[in-house]
């Protein structure tokens, strides 16, 4: 080994090193945070604190000017560790409230995504989870492939399957009556009307809830639970108590506001990426070719766009199918697209600028 070969390791010993110095440190901050998050508790103090945040984030930035460091970088590296925190402190809060302790739920369609994200927010709370999919069991949970032969003494059932499927299930417990809260978690309400009606007629505690999040969300920060109104009082009850030790904002509604509501902000943001990625897929130009020149927003698209791609078709297409008011957002889009393209193809720089002034009054909250 020479000279040079000699100080390129000894520098990458050191970084090595202070990697781990970093991860230390980072260790012992998050032993701080659980420690403030007990407090938190014993003062009936919320988890977030915004302002807090925000001072943090400017003494991050402070002190990276000040010692040389780029300052974007330094609040990034801040807000990793806060978004850390506010995720261990969420689980902490989950777990000691116990909810669930002593008590059985089951997640029909437990195997799938969303159900295994409910299987994990359960049993953070205390929940024993048990889980009934014909697609299989779930490691470490007692399985069922039939719901009928685990929900006996189940006093919360969620029902985390395709619309079709759900309302099928619903229809039957309505015949079987199920003694425990049964609640349904679908994307669009609409569909499952007739059967959540049979169910409550029939004297059985349901409730319909969305969460507007994927499966992969660890922290609830910023994320919305919608409750739908018109359920039986205990099963909404039960939804509330669920969500509100986590940091997410509950949301009632009727069910047909949701379905409005839903058709903008998950089939039109749906849509507008399927657009787009069929429309590079049509391109002839390779995606890797493209992202070597990707600006900061084609960058920023493709991510969101990837992971559109990678969820289920199965259920996008029910979104966008299913929903009784799911064709005015695409017929906009359609609409939008074409006054763009006309724009272009007339030379109107003065149309052009209108759409974008006009976009950017009402990404402000000055239009509708």
């Known amino acids: ?14 970084l090595d090193e202070l990697d781990g110095r970093v991860l230390e440190l980072a260790a012992r901050r998050q032993a701080l945070v659980a420690e403030v998050g007990r407090l938190k508790r014993h003062l009936s103090q919320p988890t977030r604190d915004f302002s807090r945040e925000r001072e943090v984030h400017e003494l991050a930035r402070q002190r990276a000017s000040e010692w040389g460091l780029d300052p974007d970088l330094a609040e990034r590296l801040v807000g990793e560790l806060i978004r850390a925190s506010l995720t261990s402190q ?14 059985r739920a089951l997640v029909v369609g437990g195997a799938g995504r969303m159900g295994r994200w409910f299987t994990g927010f359960l049993a953070t709370q205390g929940w024993s989870v048990g889980v009934a999919d014909p697609a299989g069991p779930v490691e470490g949970l007692p399985w069922s492939a039939d719901w009928r032969d685990a929900i006996g003494t189940a006093e919360l059932v969620v029902v985390a399957a395709p619309l079709a499927v759900t309302a ?5 417990m309505a015949n079987d009556r199920p003694p ?3 609640l349904e978690i679908g994307s669009i309400k609409t569909p499952l009307a007739a059967a959540l009606a049979r169910l409550s007629d029939a004297g059985v505690a349901v409730g319909s809830i969305h969460p507007m999040f994927g499966p992969d969300a660890r922290l609830l920060a910023g994320r ?11 099963a909404l009850g039960a939804a509330r108590e669920l969500f509100e ?14 379905d409005r509501l839903v058709a903008w902000v998950l089939g039109l943001s ?3 990426n399927i657009a787009f990625f069929t429309a590079l897929a049509g391109s002839g130009r390779p995606a890797d070719e493209l992202a070597a020149f990707a600006s900061t ?3 920023g698209q493709l991510d969101v766009a990837r992971k559109v791609a990678g969820e289920s078709p199965e259920l996008y297409f029910e979104i966008q199918s299913l929903n009784p008011h799911g064709r005015l957002p695409l017929e906009a889009l359609v609409e939008a697209a074409g006054r763009l393209r006309g724009a272009v193809d007339r030379t109107d720089a003065t149309a052009f600028a209108a759409l974008m002034r006009a976009g950017a009054d009402y990404l402000r909250g000055g239009g509708q």
Do not use: C, K, W, Y
């Open 1 to 14: 080994m020479n000279e040079g070969d000699d100080a390129l390791a000894r520098l990458r010993a050191e």
């Open 90 to 103: 969420e689980r902490e809060r989950l777990e000691a409230t116990g909810a669930g302790a002593g008590r």
């Open 168 to 172: 099928a299930i619903l229809h039957q």
């Open 180 to 182: 425990g809260t049964v």
């Open 224 to 234: 919305h639970v919608i409750i739908v109104e018109g359920g039986a009082p205990a």
């Open 245 to 258: 030790p986590t940091s997410a904002s509950i949301v009632t509604m009727s069910l047909e506001e949701h």
């Open 270 to 272: 749906h849509a507008v």
């Open 297 to 299: 927003t084609f960058g």
